[in-house]
């Protein structure tokens, strides 16, 4: 009886032994046939690392070769994401005492921060060379984080240029889902202002990279492969450096535009906005905590004025109607005017500049004295119709198709946009403000050149341009067109 019940026993045992080798045997089944694949790679993404190397923009030079944007090397911290969150938070312990910055902050930025497509978390960016070498020789003993180098964007001339060359900018939520659909990675930097944004495509560069072996606590191995970065081409402007720091400080603090244009093909020499911005605080994550100030200044130095600043033409627009004037026939290039220093019109006094009056003035002694007054009896002899075909041909109430983003068009008002917008109609006080630049005319200050450089070329109107080369090719746009005008009287004018 006692040796039944024991091999009783003897047989659960049996079958309790060949229960856990059939679980075993169906354990390892699963995790080398059908799971293998997966845990194989998993291993792999354990054992290897992808090192991102950013490939640098391309830089913009002036006509002489003189920096305007360019990059140089920093140094950020990242950290590994798929690293576990104990050894992590060792190493954060670390980094702290190194960097003077306390392991909370850390940790916020590492849960706060989503992977990038090389999936390193950045905790602190562009520290000194000095830290960042101290941190390299620690690194062995800082599991899951490393040293990455990253081109920073710097613009030499500050203000003076800011709204000229734009900067740069991380990008956004959907930007970043898109990123890998454009040849993009999350963590790449965007052009978002000036020329950055408009020749993003050739001043980009194309990131590249290390695979590194590692070994289970992290340490580097040896490296497996090397994708070197490409860097983004250079791009010459027409612009004179010189000229555009020695424009750009003449303000001051004061606001205004200054464009300036060669006139052989529309070219431009000098193109300043004031006031300005700093766009080196826009170029790393640590000077964009400062870029609020600008939004909120009451100057608006985010604004181009150049290209984005409507004002009254003022007396320049004189030329135009003028024109409008001659090519009617609606006066001869010896007609005179009286100026007894105002006209009466509809009960109105409009006045002339000049309390005293200028008197009898004919065509050129009135363009010399700017007399409101011929002018003013000039623009009701052509009419506003006229006057506004001719500024339309100039090109005002439509952007010069310059190659910087966000230019504005202005306005050339006309009876129907006086009916539609003021519901009102036009009356002969709106064509003496209308005929010397003043009343609801607007233009830009862009636009106001392309008219002066019309008639400074008898005739040939230009679309001006920035960018004269891109890596050496010449692509300036050197678009250019003849003004329908009578030569006589514009040589005249």
């Not at 990059?71 to 954060?92: D, H, Q, Y």
């Not at 613009?155 to 900018?169: K, R």
């Not at 623009?379 to 504005?408: M, N, Y």
Request: hydrophobic residues 35%.
């Amino acid at each position: 009886m006692a040796y039944s019940s024991l091999e009783s026993r003897a047989g659960k045992l049996t079958i309790f032994f060949f229960f856990l080798f059939f679980l075993l045997a169906l354990s390892l089944f699963r995790l080398q046939l059908i799971n293998g694949n997966y845990y194989q790679n998993l291993s792999e993404k354990n054992r290897l690392r992808v090192i991102n190397l950013d490939g640098p923009r391309g830089n913009m030079l002036d006509r002489n070769g003189k920096f305007l944007a360019q990059s140089r090397l920093s140094f950020n911290v990242t950290a590994v994401s798929r690293e576990k969150p104990f050894k992590i938070r060792k190493s954060f312990k670390q980094l702290s005492s190194i960097l003077n910055e306390s392991m909370e902050t850390l940790e916020t930025r590492y849960k706060k921060r989503k992977a990038g497509v090389f999936h390193s978390i950045i905790l602190a960016e562009d520290i000194p060379a000095a830290q960042a070498m101290e941190i390299e020789e620690q690194v062995h003993m800082m599991p899951g984080l490393m040293i990455e180098t990253k081109p920073l964007r710097i613009y030499p001339l500050q203000e003076s240029a800011a709204h000229l060359v734009g900067y740069t900018g991380p990008q956004t939520q959907q930007e970043s889902e898109e990123a890998e659909l454009n040849d993009y990675h999350a963590s790449d930097w965007l052009g978002r202002e000036g020329l950055e944004k408009i020749y993003e495509s050739y001043l980009r560069g194309h990131s590249g990279g290390l695979q590194i072996e590692v070994n289970s606590r992290g340490q580097y191995l040896k490296v497996l492969g090397v994708k070197e970065p490409e860097e983004g081409r250079d791009i010459q402007l027409s612009i004179d450096a010189n000229l555009q720091d020695y424009a750009y400080k003449r303000f001051e603090g004061k606001r205004g535009a200054v464009a300036v244009m060669e006139l052989q093909n529309g070219g431009l020499l000098c193109l300043a906005s004031s006031p300005g911005f700093d766009p080196n605080l826009f170029s790393s994550t640590r000077g964009r905590k400062d870029v609020g100030k600008y939004f909120q200044d009451e100057f608006a130095p985010m604004i181009n004025r150049a290209i984005q600043g409507q004002y009254p033409a003022g007396s320049i627009f004189k030329i135009v109607t003028a024109l409008a004037a001659l090519e009617d026939h609606k006066i001869k290039l010896d007609t005179t005017a009286n100026c007894p220093g105002y006209m009466m019109v509809g009960g109105n006094r409009f006045r002339c500049w000049k309390d005293g009056g200028h008197q009898r003035q004919n065509l050129y002694e009135a363009f010399a004295h700017s007399c409101d007054v011929f002018f003013y009896t000039t623009g009701l002899a052509a009419g506003p119709d006229l006057i506004h075909h001719k500024a339309l041909q100039f090109g005002f109430s439509t952007v010069t198709g310059i190659d910087l983003p966000g230019e504005r068009a202005g306005l050339v008002p006309s009876r129907g946009w006086k009916q539609r917008k003021k519901n009102s109609g036009w009356f002969d006080g709106d064509t003496l403000n209308f005929s010397i630049g003043q009343g609801y005319l607007l233009i830009t200050p862009i636009q106001a050149l392309g008219m002066i450089s019309t008639v400074a070329t008898d005739g040939t109107k230009f679309k001006p341009h920035l960018v004269e080369k891109i890596d050496g090719v010449d692509v300036a746009a050197r678009h250019s067109s003849q003004f329908p005008v009578t030569p006589e009287y514009l040589q005249a004018v």
